[in-house]
């Protein structure tokens, strides 16, 4: 089920940008663009982040800027790429500072990219012999489930066929 579309504001959401673009060059081609529909407070984008590449939002003073640049600029050819607009799902914060009505969102905590590995003791030598490193039973977590796996250590050797 596709979600209703974001209700008339200040603030539109393009994407479909050219991802080649460096972050001034994009705001002030936008800029130039979208000057002629009215008075633009500010141009947010990220070219340098993967996940907002091609991607912008313009915030206009008025809602009826932010209207006639949608209708006039939908599709428009921009570095030949047709602009996708519409309206961003929420005010901007920098409008809602102003309107007296911004909530500050709780921090996303960063995903860690690399897993930490805690460090295994190395097994030892003992009169040539390879034994395994002794285990300490703190090390082991308690909330874990039960393995399917069992290891077997310290076998004798006329046991192995």
Not at 64 to 79: D, E, N, V
Not at 81 to 102: N, W
Request: hydrophobic share 40%.
């Amino acid at each position: 089920m596709e979600a209703p579309p974001p209700l008339p504001n200040n603030t539109l959401y393009l994407n479909n940008l050219s991802d080649k673009l460096k972050r001034k060059r994009l705001q002030d081609s936008l800029r130039a663009v979208f000057k002629q529909f009215g008075d633009i407070i500010d141009i947010l984008c990220w070219p340098k982040s993967l996940s907002r590449k091609g991607q912008a939002w313009v915030i206009f003073r008025e809602t009826s800027s932010a209207i006639k640049a949608l209708t006039s600029m939908q599709g428009f050819p921009f570095y030949d790429k047709p602009m996708r607009i519409q309206f961003a799902r929420a005010d901007s914060d920098l409008l809602a500072k102003q309107k007296g009505t911004f909530v500050p969102r709780p921090k996303k905590k960063p995903l860690d990219k690399v897993k930490k590995v805690k460090p295994v003791a190395a097994p030892i030598i003992v009169g040539g012999e390879l034994r395994p490193a002794p285990i300490n039973p703190e090390s082991i977590p308690d909330n874990q489930p039960p393995h399917n796996i069992l290891f077997v250590t310290n076998l004798p050797q006329e046991g192995i066929i």
